[in-house]
C-alpha cells in the first residue's frame, strides 16, 4: 500500500462491487478500520440495486488475507484499553454479515488465507482457490483458538477434518481446499487475470449463474493428500482428548500413515494446550451450533482468554520479543487436566 492509497479499495466494476483488502507488505491483516468500512460498505451495497455481487480480493502476489493485526491486539491489552475486545466484536459481526448476505458474494482466495481471512473468505457463497492458495487456522500456534466462525465451518467438514486442521494448524493448498469443502472452485493463477472480464458475462443476480459464467477459467487443482489421509484422520482425531489423541498417533504403525502421523506430532509440539485443548471442545460442539451460536460462544471465550488463556504469551513469544519459547500455563499435554478446559466452558455457559 502506498501512502496515498487506502487500506481497502472500493470499486465498482459494472455490476459487481469490488473490495481489495490492501495492506500487501502486511499479508493484508485486517485492522479495525478495514473491518468497520468493509461492513459500512456492504451494508450500502445491500440495498443498491445497482451492484448485483461482491468480489473480495487481496492486493499484493502474497496474501489474500493472513488474519487480524495480532500485534495491536496485544498492544490493546497491554496498555488497558478495548480495542483487543471491541477488534474481536466489530470482525465478528462483519464474517456473520457476510455469511448472511443477500447478494452473491466471491473470495478470491490467492495466497496466503489465515485466521481473520478465513472468516471473510468462508462466508462467500462462492469460494474460489488459485495454485497459490494456502488456507489454515493456525491459531493454537498463539496460544489461542480458530475463531471467526470456525466453531461453525470447521465442524461441518467431512469426518474429522475439523479438529484435525483446528488442532494442528496444518496448511491446505487447492486441492485439499476443494476436498475438504473450504472452497468451491479451483482457478489457475494464470487465469485469474481474466477473472475480471468472465465475471462481467455472467448473469451476476445468484450464485449459480456466476459459477457458470467462470467455467472456462477452472481448472483441475489436482489430487488432494487429505482425500488419502482421511481414513487416519478420522480414526485419530476422533479420540476423546487430547491426550488420547496424541498417544493414538504416537502408535500409528502403517507404512501408508506412518510419515504423516510422525509430522502431525511434529505440529503439535510446542503449541499451546490449551488452546489446542479448546479448538478440539469447540469444533465438536459447534456442530450442534447455528451460525449465530456459534460467534456468541467464540466472542465469549474471547473475552475471557486474554485474561486466563495463553494469546499474550503466544504473541510476546512469537511477535513481540520473537523469543519462540512460550511458556504456557499449562507446559505440556500430558500436564493438562479435563478442567483447565472445562472451565472456560462453564465459566462462559454461566
Not at 488459485?130 to 470456525?150: C, H, N, Q
Not at 487465469?191 to 467455467?215: I, M, Q, R, T
Not at 482428548?241 to 510419515?259: I, M, V, Y
Not at 503449541?271 to 451460536?293: C, F, K, T, Y
Request: some cysteine; charged content about 25%.
Amino acid at each position: 500500500m502506498s501512502d496515498n492509497q487506502p487500506e481497502v479499495i472500493v470499486e465498482v466494476r459494472g455490476r459487481y462491487g469490488y473490495l481489495t483488502l490492501n495492506r500487501p507488505k502486511g499479508l493484508n491483516a485486517l485492522t479495525l478500520d478495514m473491518v468497520q468500512k468493509i461492513h459500512r460498505q456492504l451494508d450500502s451495497w445491500a440495498g443498491d440495486d445497482a451492484i448485483e455481487a461482491v468480489v473480495f480480493l487481496g492486493a499484493g502476489d502474497k496474501a489474500f488475507c493472513a488474519g487480524g493485526d495480532i500485534r495491536a491486539l496485544y498492544d490493546s491489552y497491554q496498555s488497558g484499553d478495548t480495542l483487543h475486545r471491541v477488534f474481536f466484536e466489530e470482525e465478528y459481526s462483519l464474517d456473520q454479515a457476510i455469511h448472511q448476505y443477500p447478494k452473491p458474494v466471491l473470495s478470491v482466495m490467492n495466497g496466503i488465507v489465515m485466521g481473520g481471512g478465513m472468516g471473510v473468505a468462508q462466508g462467500a457463497s462462492l469460494r474460489i482457490v488459485s495454485d497459490r492458495a494456502k488456507l489454515a487456522m493456525p491459531e493454537t500456534g498463539i496460544g489461542y483458538f480458530p475463531d471467526v466462525g470456525a466453531t461453525y465451518f470447521l465442524g461441518r467438514l467431512p469426518g474429522r477434518l475439523g479438529e484435525y486442521l483446528a488442532v494442528t494448524g496444518t496448511q491446505l493448498n487447492a486441492a485439499d481446499a476443494i476436498y475438504a469443502g473450504l472452497a468451491d472452485l479451483y482457478i489457475p493463477e494464470g487465469a485469474l487475470e481474466n477473472l475480471g472480464s468472465a465475471l462481467a458475462g455472467a448473469v451476476a443476480g445468484s450464485d449459480e449463474p456466476v459459477k457458470a459464467g467462470l467455467g472456462e477459467l477452472q481448472g483441475d487443482p489436482g489430487k488432494s493428500r487429505l482425500a488419502t489421509l482421511q481414513p487416519a484422520i478420522d480414526e485419530h482425531f476422533a479420540k476423546a482428548d487430547l491426550k488420547a489423541l496424541r498417544d493414538s498417533l504416537r502408535q500409528e504403525q502403517r507404512p501408508e500413515f506412518a510419515d504423516w502421523a510422525k509430522e502431525t506430532l511434529g505440529a503439535i509440539e510446542g503449541r499451546s494446550p490449551i488452546g489446542m485443548a479448546v479448538a478440539l471442545e469447540l469444533v465438536r460442539g459447534g456442530r450442534d451450533l447455528s451460525l449465530p451460536q456459534a460467534f456468541e460462544l467464540e466472542l465469549a471465550l474471547d473475552y475471557l482468554w486474554f485474561d486466563k488463556g495463553d494469546i499474550v504469551e503466544g504473541i510476546r513469544a512469537l511477535i513481540v520479543d520473537k523469543d519462540k519459547s512460550p511458556q504456557w500455563r499449562v507446559p505440556s499435554i500430558d500436564d493438562l487436566k479435563p478442567e483447565q478446559v472445562s472451565v472456560f466452558f462453564d465459566e462462559v455457559r454461566g
